[in-house]
């Protein structure tokens, strides 16, 4: 790029062009060399960009902790241009960086403080924004919970780690008594409650100001699922959990082989994905994988879908498969499949199913993500 025209243009000049791009070519444009990745993350371009509200919805994919990457990256798909993108995420001073979940464009990682000796003691929680390169770090969380921890971050500010025995708590906003709201009194530390859980929290997923958690309550030889649901705004020194139910609901939760929940489009719906079981009996096969999907205010069920049987053969043959996702697509992955299946939920009202070739990265196929809606305009 050295001899190209490219570098005779004004920097003004060159920021007004790129402008002119929708969010997601911009994305593009910024892997094609380091000339046009710095010129397209200064800030003086991004904010020209701040303007175009409109997130880019992308699919992302945890890394492998098998598998450390020397350049730290994040992998993202783009449903919309059907193509793989890279967010690099280099300017994070932490190694072992390991990214979770994301919120309103922000992205949570699990990272290790550069030049630690001891990783585990100095594990730390960090928010960040991949486009703009903005980032903070959370206050000092113990080691033992980027192992046993499940992180949920929402559009109230909010975030909760996750696990059988306690509940943390934070948000520089609001405090749980708030409902969310501005508070005269927000946490500036994290806040520990006890769980109060029949059994580990499986898929919990935090949905405007509650959370909702599927546990199994049955024995190691039959599994009995049940689903759960507390309100932030209860938090007092324990979680109050209210188990799901209702009569109309039947035998839901027994014909599917490990339900996992997903968030939607949107706060008023959540969908349950599992193996669709053959019989009742112990060690009953599945004949597809069922897509549920539940409306929270009137607690009814629906089918959603099905996945197709020339796809799900792909994975009646692996003994192990991952589902995640949220904002109306459901993603899977299995061993030894190598590509992704997709189900997209659209606002129109049509569904679909596609494959996802090209995933980057290496190992046994198992891979797990998260919603990524990537935008310029939020802050950490």
């Not at 945890?62 to 793989?84: I, M, N, Q, V, Y």
């Not at 909702?212 to 190691?220: F, H, N, S, V």
């Not at 597809?288 to 959603?304: C, F, K, N, S, V």
Request: proline share 6%.
């Amino acid at each position: 790029m050295d001899s190209s025209p490219f570098n005779t243009l004004p920097q003004e000049t060159i920021h007004l062009i790129f402008c002119q791009l929708p969010l997601r070519q911009i994305a593009v444009a910024k892997c094609v060399c380091k000339a046009f990745y710095f010129a397209l993350s200064s800030q003086s371009f991004l904010h020209l960009l701040r303007a175009q509200s409109r997130p880019l919805s992308l699919l992302a994919l945890k890394p492998s902790h098998r598998h450390a990457c020397p350049h730290p990256t994040l992998h993202a798909f783009d449903p919309e241009l059907g193509r793989w993108l890279r967010f690099s995420l280099a300017f994070l001073p932490f190694s072992a960086l390991h990214p979770i979940t994301s919120s309103r464009g922000l992205l949570y990682l699990w990272a290790v403080e550069q030049g630690s000796k001891n990783s585990l003691s100095q594990k730390a929680l960090v928010v960040c924004n991949p486009l703009t390169c903005q980032f903070k770090i959370l206050p000092q969380l113990g080691s033992a919970w980027s192992r046993h921890g499940s992180v949920l971050a929402g559009s109230l500010d909010v975030v909760i780690v996750l696990s059988e025995l306690a509940v943390l708590y934070y948000s520089e906003n609001s405090s749980p008594e708030s409902g969310g709201n501005l508070s005269s009194n927000p946490v500036k530390n994290w806040l520990k409650f006890s769980s109060n859980l029949p059994s580990k929290p499986r898929s919990a997923v935090l949905i405007s100001d509650f959370i909702l958690t599927l546990c199994d309550l049955g024995t190691p030889w039959r599994s009995q699922w049940a689903m759960f649901k507390a309100k932030i705004v209860d938090l007092e020194k324990s979680m109050q959990w209210v188990r799901l139910k209702k009569t109309e609901w039947g035998e839901t939760f027994d014909i599917l082989k490990r339900p996992r929940l997903v968030k939607s489009g949107n706060d008023e719906k959540v969908y349950m994905v599992g193996g669709l079981k053959s019989s009742y009996a112990l060690q009953s096969s599945c004949t597809t994988i069922l897509i549920l999907r539940l409306d929270l205010e009137t607690l009814e069920w629906e089918e959603a879908t099905r996945m197709p049987p020339e796809m799900y053969r792909c994975f009646a043959e692996s003994s192990k498969f991952k589902v995640f996702g949220g904002g109306g697509r459901v993603c899977f992955s299995a061993k030894r499949v190598g590509r992704l299946a997709l189900w997209e939920d659209n606002d129109d009202g049509k569904t679909g199913w596609m494959w996802i070739d090209g995933v980057p990265g290496s190992g046994d196929g198992l891979f797990r993500g998260f919603m990524l809606d990537a935008r310029v305009d939020v802050v950490p």
